[in-house]
């Protein structure tokens, strides 16, 4: 994770340390505390499950609420919002940004806009007003690939995307093209979805430079195969499928997968299996 003054320097969650440190020379590196973290994530989640049973995690540290239908209980939209960020801020002592809006989409819009520390609401009246001027990659879906196209084809800003004839679209991007339109337009009737029971299992690892030793990546993927299977036991999951993902100094990800005959959470068959997906993987140095 990176601070607000550390990404005026191009630092940004998920960089490499070392790269960190090259761009910006006179940071602060602190080690993660992920028990410290998920502690008060439990908290935070424990007080906006207060207000709503509809709750949607994101990540460790941001959710989707639908308040609809609470309001007679709680006040309005705006109400709760601002009684879980007041709560947020006394019993756990951390700032919270809130974006209000019409649908999920608006929402995480409104939050963006409103970092850090704030409070956004995206009124239905507003919608074409705060939404048009914004660039294209403002939309969920559109990375550095797909925006590179758009600007190639003139469309830089959501108001260009949202008024653009269907059929020009679908050439550029396929049958996401009507997606993105809509988006643009500001709608999005995707609901607020509670978690479901998990589906899978992982942990990764983050070192602080690059490692190309195969010795150093199968030790580390040992490790990472004992807390797999220690977590899967303990939980009475087993799985069939097994996923190994690499991620490079240049951010190119590679995922390899292996299904085997029968279910497992041994810890050692997990582990003989990531090193033969590993051995599939050209690891230059």
């Given at each position: 994770?990176?601070?607000?003054?550390?990404?005026?320097?191009?630092?940004?969650?998920?960089?490499?340390?070392w790269?960190?440190?090259?761009?910006?020379?006179?940071?602060?590196?602190?080690?993660?505390?992920?028990?410290?973290?998920?502690?008060?994530?439990?908290?935070?989640?424990?007080?906006?499950?207060?207000y709503?049973?509809?709750?949607?995690?994101?990540?460790?540290?941001?959710l989707?609420?639908?308040?609809?239908?609470?309001?007679?209980?709680?006040?309005?939209?705006?109400?709760?919002?601002?009684?879980?960020k007041?709560?947020v801020?006394?019993?756990?002592?951390?700032?919270?940004?809130?974006?209000?809006?019409?649908?999920?989409?608006?929402?995480?819009?409104?939050?963006?806009?409103?970092?850090?520390?704030?409070?956004?609401?995206?009124?239905?009246?507003?919608?074409?007003?705060?939404?048009?001027?914004?660039?294209?990659?403002?939309?969920?879906?559109?990375?550095?690939?797909?925006e590179?196209?758009?600007?190639?084809?003139?469309?830089?800003?959501?108001?260009?995307?949202?008024?653009?004839?269907?059929?020009?679209?679908?050439?550029?991007?396929?049958?996401?093209?009507?997606?993105?339109?809509?988006?643009?337009q500001?709608?999005?009737?995707?609901?607020?979805?509670?978690?479901?029971?998990?589906?899978?299992?992982?942990?990764?690892?983050?070192?602080?430079?690059?490692?190309?030793?195969?010795?150093?990546?199968?030790?580390?993927?040992?490790?990472?195969?004992?807390?797999?299977?220690?977590?899967?036991?303990?939980?009475?999951?087993?799985?069939?499928?097994i996923?190994?993902?690499?991620?490079?100094?240049?951010?190119?990800?590679?995922?390899?997968?292996?299904?085997?005959?029968?279910?497992t959470?041994?810890?050692?068959?997990?582990?003989?299996?990531?090193?033969?997906?590993?051995?599939?993987?050209?690891?230059?140095?």
């Amino acid at each position: 994770a990176a601070s607000y003054e550390a990404r005026k320097y191009g630092v940004h969650a998920g960089m490499p340390i070392w790269e960190a440190r090259q761009k910006c020379h006179e940071g602060i590196f602190i080690p993660s505390q992920m028990n410290k973290y998920l502690e008060a994530s439990k908290k935070f989640f424990q007080i906006c499950s207060t207000y709503t049973p509809l709750i949607e995690p994101l990540s460790v540290d941001e959710l989707f609420l639908d308040v609809s239908g609470c309001e007679s209980l709680f006040g309005s939209s705006e109400c709760i919002g601002r009684k879980i960020k007041e709560r947020v801020y006394q019993e756990l002592e951390l700032k919270v940004s809130v974006g209000i809006a019409e649908n999920k989409f608006l929402a995480k819009i409104a939050t963006n806009l409103g970092k850090p520390d704030g409070f956004y609401i995206i009124s239905s009246k507003d919608i074409q007003k705060i939404l048009y001027p914004l660039p294209v990659s403002s939309l969920w879906g559109i990375g550095k690939k797909t925006e590179e196209l758009l600007k190639k084809s003139g469309i830089y800003q959501i108001e260009q995307l949202a008024k653009m004839p269907d059929s020009i679209l679908e050439n550029l991007l396929g049958k996401n093209g009507k997606k993105m339109k809509l988006l643009a337009q500001g709608i999005d009737e995707s609901p607020v979805t509670p978690p479901s029971t998990a589906k899978s299992i992982g942990k990764e690892t983050t070192f602080g430079t690059n490692i190309t030793e195969k010795a150093i990546l199968i030790k580390e993927l040992l490790k990472i195969s004992q807390m797999v299977g220690y977590i899967a036991r303990k939980k009475g999951y087993k799985g069939r499928t097994i996923t190994l993902k690499i991620r490079f100094h240049n951010f190119i990800t590679l995922n390899k997968s292996m299904t085997l005959e029968n279910s497992t959470n041994i810890d050692d068959l997990i582990f003989k299996t990531v090193v033969k997906l590993l051995d599939k993987i050209k690891i230059k140095k």
